[in-house]
C-alpha cells in the first residue's frame, strides 16, 4: 500500500506540487555507459534516467539506486526510488522512458510505493550473475554481456572453492577499499555472503560453453563480485587450489586476490526487501 504523499517544490520556477514516492525496476546494458552513478560530465544510466524523466514530467528530481554498478556492468532488476508528482501516470512515463531510452535503459515495471522505502537503504539482500563465454572461440553475440576465457575450466574446482566464501567474513582481499576522509575510521568491509554457485547454462548448439556464476549476499562492497568471480575463474584454471581462497578472505590483503574479472559479463540481477538489514 502506498504511503501518503506531501507537497514538494515542483522545480517548474517555484510552484508547489504534491509528490508520492515511486519504485521503478530498470534494466540496462552498460557497455555505453561510465557506470550508473552520475558523475560529472559523464554519460551514466542514473543520469540518462534522471534527465529523461525530468523531460517528460517537467520537474526535478531526486533519484535513489539500490546498487552503483561500474562501467559496463549491466543490470536487469535495479531498483530506483523517488519522489514524483502524485498527478503523474506511470503507465505513460514508463512508456515513454523506454521509447526515448530502449534498448540502453528500460523501466521493466513502475509503481506507487510506502514513503520509507528507500532503494538503497531498505534493502536487504542483493543479487549479481556472471557470465562467462568457455570455449575456445569467442561468441559474437554474447560479447557484450560475458566473459571469454579461451582455457577449459574445471566447474567443480570452481564450486569447490566458492564454498569458502559463504557466511559471515572480511572481505578485504576482494574489495577496492574505500577512500576515508583523514580522521575518519575506515568503512567495515564484513558481509554476508548467501549464495556463490558456477553452473551450466543449456544452449542450442553450444550447450556447455556458457558458464553462469550466481552470487547473493546482505550487500557488496566495491569490485567484490568481480574479484571473487576472477578468483573462482584462476582455481578453475589451474592457476590456485580451491583451498587456497580460504587463506585469501584470512589474509584481507586485495594483493592476494586473483585477476579481477572485466566488467562485461556481471549483471545487477535481484535486490531484495525482505526481513531486516543484516546491519541494522
Not at 4 to 23: H, K, M
Amino acid at each position: 500500500m502506498a504511503g501518503p504523499s506531501e507537497s514538494d517544490s515542483s522545480g517548474d520556477g517555484g510552484s508547489v506540487a504534491s509528490r508520492r514516492n515511486v519504485r521503478l525496476l530498470v534494466a540496462y546494458d552498460g557497455t555505453d555507459f561510465h557506470g550508473f552513478a552520475e558523475s560529472g560530465d559523464v554519460v551514466t544510466v542514473m543520469g540518462t534516467l534522471r534527465a529523461t524523466m525530468e523531460q517528460i514530467l517537467q520537474v526535478d528530481l531526486d533519484l535513489t539506486a539500490a546498487g552503483r554498478t561500474d562501467a559496463g556492468v549491466h543490470g536487469w532488476g535495479q531498483v530506483v526510488t523517488g519522489r514524483l508528482p502524485d498527478t503523474a501516470d506511470l503507465e505513460r512515463v514508463q512508456r515513454s522512458v523506454n521509447r526515448m531510452c530502449a534498448p540502453a535503459i528500460v523501466i521493466r515495471a513502475a509503481e506507487w510505493a510506502d514513503d520509507g522505502l528507500d532503494a538503497r537503504f531498505s534493502a536487504t539482500s542483493r543479487a549479481y550473475r556472471y557470465d562467462v563465454w568457455n570455449d575456445p572461440q569467442p561468441n559474437p553475440l554474447l560479447a557484450r554481456t560475458s566473459w571469454h576465457v579461451a582455457e577449459s575450466l574445471d566447474l567443480d574446482a570452481m564450486n569447490d572453492a566458492a564454498t569458502h566464501l559463504l557466511g559471515e567474513h572480511d572481505f578485504a582481499s576482494f574489495c577496492r577499499r574505500p577512500k576515508v576522509a583523514e580522521g575518519r575510521p575506515e568503512k567495515s568491509l564484513v558481509r554476508i555472503l548467501q549464495r556463490a554457485e558456477w553452473h551450466r547454462v543449456e544452449m542450442e548448439q553450444m550447450p556447455d560453453a556458457l558458464l553462469r556464476f550466481e552470487i547473493a549476499a546482505s550487500s557488496f562492497c566495491h569490485q567484490m563480485v568481480r574479484s571473487i568471480a576472477g578468483t573462482l575463474v584462476d582455481v578453475g584454471r589451474g592457476r590456485r587450489t580451491p583451498d587456497s581462497v580460504s587463506a585469501t578472505l584470512a589474509a584481507r590483503d586485495r594483493a592476494t586476490a586473483g585477476t579481477v574479472a572485466p566488467p562485461t559479463g556481471l549483471v545487477f540481477w535481484h535486490v531484495g526487501y525482505d526481513g531486516r538489514r543484516w546491519d541494522a
